[in-house]
């Protein structure tokens, strides 16, 4: 899958009409999520942690305008990459470790006569040290949080973005279906995480990250080790594979061996509650209704478990995503969303992402059937 050449396929649109709403006449952007989506491309390895930490001496900025063409503010080492990959044409370079990418900023912004205008900022991604900095690069600004209103914009994707996911999420079923069939009795955690985000890598990925343990690990999320899978166990996996920024992020279960009744009765159960929770994914739903109706149904399935997460929006860089379906959560569906459903009240994962669409959610995650568990080694 190779790259065809920088393209936006951000919602403009959209971004337009919530800065007038909010009556904003520039932002200034550093998250990943927020860089990725409007300069077009995702910064890989060391450069990429420039935007993940709060009080970065690199940090990269687009410099979007209400009106007029976008800027990038970027390191000598940042800068090349953009060149090639981002589609927007304008980068300015700051001197990193010696000079504030807001200065830089605060001089674009200048010369485009907005020094003095409403200008939103991300503040969760600003650390305050930078956040009182901000005051003395535009002191005449009205300097105002956007984060959330860019978590709205983000949240209605384009073709072009569901594509990416698309692709992204067929990477990772692909490299599932590979390993999964090749596992055998003996296989370490370690090796066969290896081997999935190799797999993905290979495909087309830029990263990927995730986990897999079997039942009998009862530390999930704690990394893979040295442990051996043996017949019988359930494997639990949660993975994420980015296609040119965009993520794929699916989970299977899996057994080793013939599965037993019980097993498949469990599982009938789990699906059965996933595929109701995902029919309720529908334009106009209401988040916190869709958490409850999972909720309900594992209490009624015997589970006393309190569900965490039922499911989460995706985009650029970050898989999670807002909007969140979590209990007493008010925001509504919208057609155009991305909603990765994963309702787990124990071990059994399941997860897939749909698109929000008129007509009922359309499962974008389809290399991989689970109508049964992926049985490996009969």
């Known amino acids: 899958m190779a790259n065809t050449g920088p393209e936006n396929i951000a919602n403009i649109p959209r971004l337009n009409a919530l800065m007038d709403r909010d009556g904003y006449a520039a932002l200034v952007l550093r998250s990943g999520q927020n860089f990725t989506y409007l300069?077009?491309?995702?910064?890989?390895?060391?450069?990429?942690?420039?935007?993940?930490?709060?009080?970065?001496?690199?940090?990269?900025?687009?410099?979007?305008?209400?009106?007029?063409?976008?800027?990038?503010?970027?390191?000598?080492?940042?800068?090349?990459?953009a060149g090639r990959e981002s589609w927007v044409e304008r980068i300015e370079i700051f001197r990193g470790y010696a000079e504030s990418p807001y200065q830089k900023a605060a001089e674009v912004l200048g010369e485009m006569g907005l020094r003095g205008s409403r200008i939103g900022f991300e503040r969760?991604?600003?650390?305050?040290?930078?956040?009182?900095?901000?005051?003395?690069?535009?002191?005449d600004a009205e300097i105002s949080d956007c984060t959330r209103m860019m978590d709205k914009v983000r949240w209605i994707k384009t073709p072009g973005e569901v594509e990416r996911i698309r692709q992204a999420a067929a990477i990772l079923d692909e490299a599932y279906l590979e390993v999964f069939a090749a596992l055998?009795?003996?296989?370490?955690?370690?090796?066969?995480?290896?081997?999935?985000?190799?797999?993905?890598i290979r495909r087309g990925a830029e990263w990927a990250h995730g986990m897999l343990n079997p039942i009998r690990n009862t530390v999930i999320y704690g990394g893979e080790g040295d442990l051996a899978f043996r017949k019988g166990d359930i494997i639990r996996n949660d993975y994420v594979a980015f296609f040119r920024g965009y993520p794929g992020h699916q989970s299977r279960t899996v057994v080793l061996g013939e599965p037993t009744a019980g097993q498949e009765r469990i599982y009938r159960t789990v699906l059965d509650i996933y595929r109701g929770t995902v029919a309720r994914c529908r334009p106009g739903a209401r988040a916190g209704d869709i958490y409850d109706f999972a909720q309900g149904a594992f209490r009624e399935a015997g589970y006393d478990a309190?569900?965490?997460?039922?499911?989460?929006g995706v985009g650029p860089w970050?898989?999670?995503?807002?909007?969140?379906?979590?209990?007493d959560a008010e925001d509504t569906l919208e057609e155009g969303m991305v909603i990765a459903l994963e309702p787990h009240a124990d071990f059994?994962?399941?997860?897939?992402?749909v698109l929000i669409a008129g007509g009922g959610p359309q499962l974008l995650s389809d290399r991989m059937r689970t109508d049964e568990m992926f049985v490996i080694d009969r």
Not at 124 to 139: H, K, R, S, V
């Open 39 to 81: 300069a077009g491309f995702a910064f890989p390895g060391t450069l990429g942690r420039h935007l993940d930490l709060p009080d970065s001496p690199r940090a990269p900025l687009v410099v979007w305008p209400r009106e007029g063409e976008p800027t990038l503010i970027l390191n000598h080492q940042a800068a090349p990459l």
């Open 124 to 139: 969760a991604t600003i650390n305050a040290g930078q956040w009182a900095l901000l005051t003395e690069c535009f002191p």
């Open 184 to 200: 055998r009795e003996g296989d370490t955690e370690r090796e066969i995480h290896a081997r999935i985000v190799e797999g993905c």
């Open 306 to 312: 309190t569900l965490n997460l039922v499911g989460h």
């Open 318 to 327: 970050w898989h999670q995503q807002a909007p969140f379906i979590v209990r």
């Open 348 to 353: 059994w994962h399941l997860q897939d992402m």
